[in-house]
């Protein structure tokens, strides 16, 4: 089946400073990723949709110059959260689509705990 | 707008016990696909099992079934012979084009 990754798993930083995640489709290419966030006990809320080569679509009140994602590739998609504050600790997960045949199936990638001290 | 109910935040379920989790879902699309997700404490989604709206069989998965009424639009997930492992949050899920709508999600537990 289609695996997606995401590096790092868990990740610690500092009040002010920048976190990079990265999300990868490791055995197909993906048309379009997806970046999520939940908290605890609670569902996932969709952050915006990123395709290849083009502009983020970010989903309403999802501040896009603190949330930086860039699709560089089919394979790879990165989140940024820039000046990270402690209200931005949070679980985010990526996931990525494969096309079927009237719509696309997403998988979804492990996650990256991000804690803001 | 899309949008996806689970009305029970927690259910438990005996060991080896069936237990039936609810899903409603709103949309005026006619080709969709509904899935359930199980998310365990290592918080990676896992599929569960996949139903595509133009099909009439209800989907099947082993142990995990589905009672999918289109009209009624509802997607019930069945867990036969519960296994402690099953324990988890699960989330219905719709989708439709490239776009995902999620549940609120609901608590198993199950007892041993």
């Known amino acids: 089946g289609a695996v997606v990754s995401q590096h790092p798993s868990w990740v610690i930083c500092k009040s002010g400073t920048s976190v990079k995640i990265e999300c990868r489709s490791l055995d197909f290419q993906a048309t379009t990723m997806f970046w999520y966030r939940q908290f605890p006990k609670q569902s996932l809320m969709l952050m915006a949709t990123?395709?290849?080569?083009?502009?983020?679509?970010?989903e309403q009140g999802v501040e896009k110059d603190k949330f930086l994602i860039n699709h560089a590739s089919l394979t790879l998609s990165t989140l940024t959260v820039t000046s990270a504050h402690p209200e931005d600790s949070s679980f985010y997960i990526c996931?990525?689509?494969?096309?079927?045949?009237?719509?696309?199936?997403?998988?979804f990638g492990p996650g990256t705990r991000l804690t803001v001290t | 707008a899309q949008t996806v109910t689970q009305s029970q935040p927690e259910m438990s379920v005996q060991e080896a016990e069936t237990v039936t989790l609810s899903c409603t879902y709103d949309?005026?699309?006619?080709?969709?696909?509904l899935f359930w997700y199980k998310q365990p404490p290592s918080r990676q989604m896992i599929l569960v099992i996949r139903q595509e709206a133009y099909k009439q069989q209800n989907a099947t998965e082993n142990r995990f079934s589905v009672n999918f009424q289109k009209a009624a639009k509802s997607f019930s997930l069945k867990i036969s012979d519960s296994q402690l492992g099953d324990a988890a949050m699960y989330f219905c899920?719709?989708?439709?084009?490239?776009?995902?709508?999620f549940g609120t999600g609901t608590s198993l537990t199950v007892i041993p």
């Open positions: 949309t005026s699309e006619s080709d969709y696909y």
């Open positions: 990123s395709n290849e080569g083009s502009k983020a679509t970010y």
């Open positions: 899920a719709y989708l439709s084009g490239n776009q995902f709508y």
């Open positions: 996931s990525a689509s494969l096309r079927l045949t009237i719509s696309y199936e997403q998988y």
